[in-house]
């Protein structure tokens, strides 16, 4: 099959195009298997329903609709590659990570399949839930053992359907002892209860299977170039003036001499370090921490700031400051600070 002519195009050319128009399917791609391996896995617990699955432009399960929405941006390497370049990582780009969201979002179509809303004891294990969106910001606690940790971000603890979503999606897990791994933990309650629930619910075909509808969710009737600038605005935050005292602590003020080197030079050589090692022990996304690197840079420039050339103590500094603004972020939604 030869590939569509869209795949040939520049980036500049490529974001023209309707996302709608570049007739993805996830038939024939390298999701396929990875779906049957999913319908694998349920088959394997006795489940038989199976959630349709479709190409969205994010990850998600519509309220009340029991199918799982996958990233467009998935079916395609050169899609992949647009994704990575713009927002610097591709959610659920490796098998294992597809996997792991997957099974969170089956969980989400088995809730809506089953109406597990209803059941007095789901209530009392996880909660109320309600038609409310789980919050893109939430105060979790790291430690916590009243819930599983699958995701990142703790996402269990954003929202009661996300903590059945999560509970679940670790009781599916193949070869995942999850009796020994909770062991001791009040987690281990939560999944003995979806054990005895998705027993219960074995060889059972589901009472609320609603018509899809292409027509209510067509989420990708438009351009790339727009749908790129609708996500990079919702990961952006503006940068304050309000770190301009933060800045001149961490690095010295004043003309450039012998010995010293400009902040933002600085700053620049060690980026990539810097935003590897934030994201793996923030779990902050890339695109982020990339665009607040950004802005400390331009304002370290604007500020004539510099930084001795060999100072050990200064690398500490700047990853532990740097690190309290993306903690800031991920507890309240801001990097600027409240006093």
């Given at each position: 099959?030869?590939?569509?002519?869209?795949?040939?195009?520049?980036?500049?050319?490529?974001l023209e195009k309707r996302i709608s128009q570049l007739g993805l399917k996830l038939e024939g791609t390298e999701l396929q298997p990875l779906i049957h391996q999913l319908y694998d896995e349920l088959s394997q617990k006795g489940l038989?329903?199976?959630?349709?699955?479709?190409?969205?432009?994010?990850?998600?399960?519509?309220?009340?609709?029991?199918?799982?929405?996958?990233?467009?941006?998935?079916?395609?390497?050169?899609?992949?590659?647009?994704?990575?370049?713009?927002?610097?990582?591709?959610?659920?780009?490796?098998?294992?990570?597809?996997?792991?969201?997957?099974?969170?979002?089956?969980?989400?179509?088995?809730?809506?399949?089953?109406?597990?809303?209803?059941?007095?004891?789901?209530?009392?294990?996880?909660?109320?839930?309600?038609?409310?969106?789980?919050?893109?910001?939430?105060?979790?606690?790291?430690?916590?053992?009243?819930?599983?940790?699958?995701?990142?971000?703790w996402y269990a603890q954003s929202h009661p359907d996300e903590d059945f979503a999560e509970t679940f999606a670790v009781w599916l897990t193949p070869g995942l002892d999850w009796r020994e791994r909770y062991k001791g933990w009040k987690?281990?309650?939560?999944?003995?209860?979806?054990?005895?629930?998705?027993?219960?619910?074995?060889?059972?075909?589901?009472?609320?299977?609603?018509?899809?509808?292409?027509?209510?969710?067509?989420?990708?009737?438009?351009?790339?170039?727009?749908?790129?600038?609708?996500?990079?605005?919702?990961?952006?935050?503006?940068?304050?003036?309000?770190?301009?005292?933060?800045?001149?602590?961490?690095?010295?003020?004043?003309?450039?001499?012998?010995?010293?080197?400009?902040?933002?030079?600085?700053?620049?050589?060690?980026?990539?370090?810097?935003?590897?090692?934030?994201?793996?022990?923030?779990?902050?996304?890339?695109?982020?921490?990339?665009?607040?690197?950004?802005?400390?840079?331009?304002?370290?420039?604007?500020?004539?700031?510099?930084?001795?050339?060999?100072?050990?103590?200064?690398?500490?500094?700047?990853?532990?400051?740097?690190?309290?603004?993306?903690?800031?972020?991920?507890?309240?939604?801001?990097?600027?600070?409240?006093?």
């Amino acid at each position: 099959m030869e590939p569509p002519e869209w795949v040939n195009l520049n980036d500049d050319e490529l974001l023209e195009k309707r996302i709608s128009q570049l007739g993805l399917k996830l038939e024939g791609t390298e999701l396929q298997p990875l779906i049957h391996q999913l319908y694998d896995e349920l088959s394997q617990k006795g489940l038989l329903f199976h959630p349709p699955c479709h190409v969205g432009d994010e990850w998600f399960v519509p309220v009340g609709i029991p199918a799982i929405f996958i990233p467009f941006f998935l079916t395609h390497e050169r899609l992949r590659k647009l994704e990575r370049k713009i927002i610097l990582e591709v959610e659920g780009e490796t098998p294992e990570w597809f996997m792991r969201l997957m099974r969170h979002e089956t969980a989400h179509a088995f809730f809506y399949a089953f109406q597990l809303q209803k059941r007095t004891k789901w209530r009392r294990i996880f909660g109320n839930t309600s038609t409310e969106e789980t919050p893109q910001f939430y105060r979790p606690q790291p430690y916590s053992h009243s819930y599983v940790v699958h995701l990142d971000d703790w996402y269990a603890q954003s929202h009661p359907d996300e903590d059945f979503a999560e509970t679940f999606a670790v009781w599916l897990t193949p070869g995942l002892d999850w009796r020994e791994r909770y062991k001791g933990w009040k987690a281990l309650q939560k999944l003995e209860y979806v054990d005895e629930l998705m027993r219960s619910l074995a060889g059972k075909t589901p009472p609320h299977q609603p018509a899809y509808r292409v027509a209510e969710y067509d989420c990708l009737n438009v351009k790339l170039k727009t749908y790129y600038a609708r996500k990079r605005k919702l990961f952006e935050d503006v940068y304050p003036d309000f770190y301009d005292n933060d800045l001149k602590q961490i690095f010295a003020a004043g003309p450039e001499v012998a010995g010293r080197l400009p902040a933002s030079k600085y700053l620049r050589q060690r980026r990539r370090q810097l935003m590897d090692s934030i994201c793996q022990w923030t779990n902050e996304k890339r695109f982020r921490v990339n665009k607040l690197l950004t802005r400390l840079i331009e304002r370290c420039d604007q500020l004539g700031l510099h930084v001795q050339a060999e100072d050990a103590s200064q690398n500490l500094q700047v990853s532990a400051y740097l690190t309290t603004l993306v903690m800031n972020h991920l507890f309240t939604g801001k990097f600027k600070r409240t006093k």
